[in-house]
T-cell receptor
Framework: KAGVTQTPRYLIKTRGQQVTLSCSPI?????VSWYQQTPGQGLQFLFE???????NKGNFPGRFSGRQFSNSRSEMNVSTLELGDSALYLC??????????FGPGTRLTVT | AQSVAQPEDQVNVAEGNPLTVKCTYSVSGNPYLFWYVQYPNRGLQFLLKYITGDNLVKGSYGFEAEFNKSQTSFHLKKPSALVSDSALYFC???????????????FGRGTQLTVWP
């Protein structure tokens, strides 16, 4: 089975721009979660989707949003980028309530 | 509220020696516990989990972890460390109770394990 894939792997944006990151879960997994990883804050939960519904959200501003499609693929969007949004964004998928499997991440750099 | 503490930022061990990476947790309901490993510029790789059952859980690459409910700990262990085990290790917890915050994982800050030859 193919693992979780994330595109793009690397991204450079300037402040004020917006960005969309994509995640394809493992086949059969309906739950997709997103995390932000930074050296200062560690791993922080952004949101979780299940069957196209957001069922959990972390403490991030409204500039961070996401969605899930009927094929379980997910996207997250960050608008009005700030320097502090530079991070590794990780997507994870799981079957029911089991362990989460992570993708390689998207490294976002905001200049 | 759920939280995880990894009290050591760094653990250094000689190859061939046993290793332990410590983790304590706080969860309001039933703890579902996980260990992940991260190599440089990579995502997190699942090692093992405790949901229920035996307190000693065996996982990938010879790793195991012991669940201790009274001490709210879930330490990661390996009898004989390899240089290739050098990486960043994360402990995570989820509340497994019905009606909980479902899939959300709470992570520790991570422990950098270095195994020297």
């Amino acid at each position: 089975k193919a693992g979780v894939t994330q595109t793009p792997r690397y991204l450079i944006k300037t402040r004020g721009q917006q960005v969309t990151l994509s995640c394809s879960p493992i086949s059969g997994h309906r739950s997709v979660s997103w995390y932000q990883q930074t050296p200062g804050q560690g791993l922080q939960f952004l949101f979780e989707y299940f069957s196209e519904t957001q069922r959990n959200k972390g403490n991030f501003p409204g500039r961070f949003s996401g969605r899930q499609f009927s094929n379980s693929r997910s996207e997250m969007n960050v608008s009005t980028l700030e320097l502090g949004d530079s991070a590794l964004y990780l997507c994870a998928s799981s079957f029911d309530q089991g362990e989460q499997y992570f993708g390689p991440g998207t490294r976002l750099t905001v200049t | 509220a759920q939280s995880v503490a990894q009290p050591e930022d760094q653990v250094n061990v000689a190859e061939g020696n046993p290793l332990t990476v410590k983790c304590t947790y706080s969860v309001s309901g039933n703890p579902y516990l996980f260990w992940y490993v991260q190599y440089p510029n990579r995502g997190l790789q699942f090692l093992l989990k405790y949901i229920t059952g035996d307190n000693l859980v065996k996982g990938s690459y010879g790793f195991e972890a012991e669940f201790n409910k009274s001490q709210t700990s879930f330490h990661l262990k390996k009898p004989s460390a390899l240089v290739s085990d050098s990486a960043l290790y994360f402990c995570a917890v989820r509340d497994g109770s019905r009606g909980s915050t479902l899939g959300r994982l709470y992570f520790g800050r991570g422990t950098q394990l270095t195994v020297w030859p």
